[in-house]
């Protein structure tokens, strides 16, 4: 019979907590409530953390998933109704304000079939700088055949609460010159290296360059194609309606913190998101949920006899 565990752990300067199920294992930092790995015994990692990640407060980890909220990307590209909730917009910073403080722990629990364990974030307990309103966040995290995220923003307070946000998922890939992503055809997408044109994707996306698109309404279900560590990494959301595909390449990896210059290689992000004109807006003491499951298919490619 398999028990989960659920264990609390210091790295560096951060209080994390390690769940276990099987042969999989999950790393969860309390700053940011931010999942810094996912894996399967003896198999490369699925979620990717920069071996330059520096564990202590302040700053969100380079790589796991970070959780970008109240905003996503540059707050002054976002609509109107995400800026005003923010009392000096032109000086926030980028991802919004919830990657780098500490989450409150809810709960843990180990069962049979699972290990989780809930962090949650209140702005009335711990308010924000130049955004002054009552919301709670909760992120709930279940370790089992699946790794099954939760994030439920609740409006707290007596008008309207506006949001843009991302699950700012980093995976780890064998290369991104040979990995793929299905589920994207046919997707109408903004260009944001090239004025934010719109753009229409055909067929799956490969990578061959900086890599960094908004995707519009895409399918529940998108999946990486690794041939090389013969794999799927499979994504299933609910309460997502937009998906950013980024991979730094050369150039940007080399002025990216906490990053190696060879690590966009290795990487890739697919970010469950609102962004634009999906940001969320919730009337008074109503909540919203964005959802992932996250799992891994091997795929055994038959080799042609040589
Ligand atoms: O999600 C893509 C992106 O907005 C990129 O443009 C890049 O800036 C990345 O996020 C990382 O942002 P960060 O603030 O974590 O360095």
């Excluded at 042969?23 to 810094?36: D, F, P, T, V």
């Excluded at 013969?230 to 609910?238: A, K, P």
Aim: hydrophobic fraction near 40%; charge should be negative.
């Amino acid at each position: 019979m398999t028990t989960a565990s659920v264990d609390r752990i210091e790295m560096g300067d951060l209080t994390c907590w390690s769940l276990s199920f099987n042969n999989s294992k999950l790393l969860i930092a309390e700053q940011g409530a931010q999942i810094l790995r996912y894996e399967n015994n003896g198999e490369p990692p699925i979620i990717w953390l920069s071996e330059h990640a520096e564990m202590k407060p302040g700053n969100s980890q380079r790589g796991g998933v970070p959780v970008c909220w109240p905003w996503f990307g540059d707050l002054l590209r976002n609509p109107d109704s995400v800026q005003a909730m923010h009392q000096q917009p032109q000086q926030a910073g980028a991802h919004g304000l919830v990657r780098s403080i500490d989450w409150a722990l809810e709960g843990v629990e180990q069962r049979e079939e699972c290990a989780s364990i809930t962090f949650s974030y209140n702005s009335l307990e711990q308010p924000l700088a130049h955004w002054p309103h009552a919301a709670e966040l909760i992120l709930s995290v279940r370790l089992g055949e699946r790794l099954s995220i939760s994030l439920v923003c609740r409006n707290l307070g007596d008008q309207p609460l506006a949001f843009s946000q991302a699950l700012h998922s980093y995976f780890a890939v064998s290369d991104i010159n040979q990995v793929s992503v299905e589920g994207l055809q046919d997707c109408s997408y903004i260009e944001t290296l090239e004025d934010w044109q719109a753009r229409s994707q055909t067929g799956a996306l490969h990578f061959s360059g900086e890599t960094d698109r908004i995707y519009l309404n895409p399918p529940a279900k998108l999946q990486i194609i690794d041939p090389l560590w013969q794999r799927t990494i499979n994504l299933l959301s609910t309460g997502s309606h937009s998906a950013v595909v980024w991979n730094p390449w050369i150039d940007k990896a080399q002025r990216l913190s906490q990053f190696d210059d060879a690590a966009w290689q290795q990487m890739l992000c697919i970010e469950h998101a609102n962004v634009l004109d999906d940001a969320v807006t919730l009337a008074p003491a109503t909540e919203h949920e964005l959802a992932l499951d996250i799992w891994v298919e091997h795929t055994l490619t038959s080799h042609p006899l040589v």
